[in-house]
């Protein structure tokens, strides 16, 4: 199966799994429908079935977990775009949550993913050792996010250098697509030196992501990627601080370290490494208006 096939298959799996265990009954579930539902291209659990099939893990011993990794999405671009943090009005081609059920049902949907939903999908793991290292990965991986989106926060108007600007990618985003390989590792009973290297991997790979999406942010439209442009003009990024090319060489190094840390594992890893150039140039190659909806 090729990337394009694969991609497109685990993408409807992952929709349909999604909206089978979203529950439908109250306004907080209708609001966490709406933004986790909506047109994704899923890379985050992706990554971690990939992962786990790295493994021999079957798809539907990992599925819950992917879907609880991609529902900490949901509920981190809701909390993003709510307006005391970018107050934006389109994501995923549409309005945002909270311009269609208010601040108050996007607040406590996104609570509620994060301390109620999510992890209720993690806690359907029988093994209680690998139960119990999916909840603290999960929890570490939130602490990163929260602390990263404060850090973004309060860079308006500031001055960041590089490697405070890289630190901060790494936790907003490098974070969450650590969770999304490792996840996949620890379902798969992998050593603790090879969950090592998929938490690089998966670092690295989100970092790159994080990088382009700034770039994208600059020169691209509301058309193009489905969700508002021009949210970092008060806040440091790499592309206002060294320039949009020399910030896609770095980008290029992050992916180059991301396929590297993958000869590091004595498993089959071509889909992983595939997966880097697939998920991560598809915010360099943005040239005419397409739907990309992150």
Known sequence: MNI?????????????????????????????????????????????????????????????????????????IMLDDLPSFDNAMLRRGKPTLHMVYGENVALLASFW????????????RKDVNIRGKLTDYFISTTDNMIYGEAKDMSSKNSSMGIDEILNMYEQKSGALYELSAVAGGIVGQANETELKHLAKYGKSMGTAY?????????ESTPEQIGKDVGQD??????????????????????MDETKKVLTYLSRKTDMLSELVDYIVLINWKITTPIVKFE
């Not at 999510?118 to 359907?124: D, E, K, N, T, Y």
């Not at 592309?239 to 290029?252: D, W």
């Open 113 to 124: 993913i994060k301390e109620c939903f999510a992890p209720s999908l993690l806690s359907l």
């Open 233 to 254: 003009k008060n806040k440091p990024t790499l592309p206002k601080l060294i320039g949009i090319e020399a910030s896609r060489i770095k980008a290029q190094q992050l």
């Open 210 to 218: 994080q990088i382009l999406d700034d770039i994208l942010d600059i």
């Open 4 to 76: 394009d096939q694969y991609v497109l298959e685990k993408r409807q799996i992952i929709n349909t799994e999604l909206a089978r265990i979203l529950p439908e009954n109250d306004v907080l579930s209708e609001a966490a429908r709406y933004t986790i539902l909506s047109p994704s291209n899923r890379w985050r659990p992706i990554i971690t079935i990939a992962t786990a099939e790295m493994y021999d893990v079957p798809q539907e011993e990992v599925l819950h977990v992917a879907c609880a990794i991609e529902s900490l999405h949901g509920a981190s």
